[in-house]
């Protein structure tokens, strides 16, 4: 009922910048929180940030807290996440997800929907 599209991941400089998008089309009705999630190679996946559509309130981990930066634009129902300062422990296959539930939302279970990813590498 609900398509997620990400798209923005490349190779980057440690130092560096990237801007990853998220649209979602279909039944989104129910959806009222969005999320980023990371997954490195042998580990679990981490939640990243997330967003509410209404009011725009946002959750970020400790981990990349003022160096990344999520937004949505209600009219394209597309999420973004603006990453900078990047690190090598950026990098990983990133994801954006859908939740039903309304305010902190950093558990994977309570996500409805999840794109394929797109991949972020930062070489250091």
């Known amino acids: 009922q609900v398509q997620l599209v990400e798209s923005g991941g490349g190779l980057v400089q440690a130092g560096g910048s990237l801007r990853l998008s998220c649209v979602a089309s279909?039944?989104?009705?129910?959806?009222?929180?969005m999320g980023w999630f990371r997954q490195a190679p042998g580990k679990e996946r981490e939640f990243v940030a997330h967003?509410?559509?209404?009011?725009?309130?946002?959750y970020y981990a400790d981990s990349v807290k003022a160096r990344f930066t999520i937004a949505r634009d209600n009219a394209k129902n597309t999420v973004y996440l603006q990453m900078s300062s990047l690190k090598p422990e950026d990098t990983a296959l990133y994801y954006c997800?859908?939740?039903?539930?309304?305010?902190?939302?950093?558990?994977?279970?309570?996500?409805?929907?999840w794109g394929q990813g797109t991949q972020v590498t930062v070489s250091s």
């Open positions: 279909g039944r989104t009705f129910r959806s009222n929180t």
């Open positions: 997800a859908s939740s039903s539930v309304r305010g902190v939302v950093k558990t994977t279970s309570l996500y409805d929907y």
């Open positions: 967003i509410t559509w209404t009011f725009g309130s946002t």
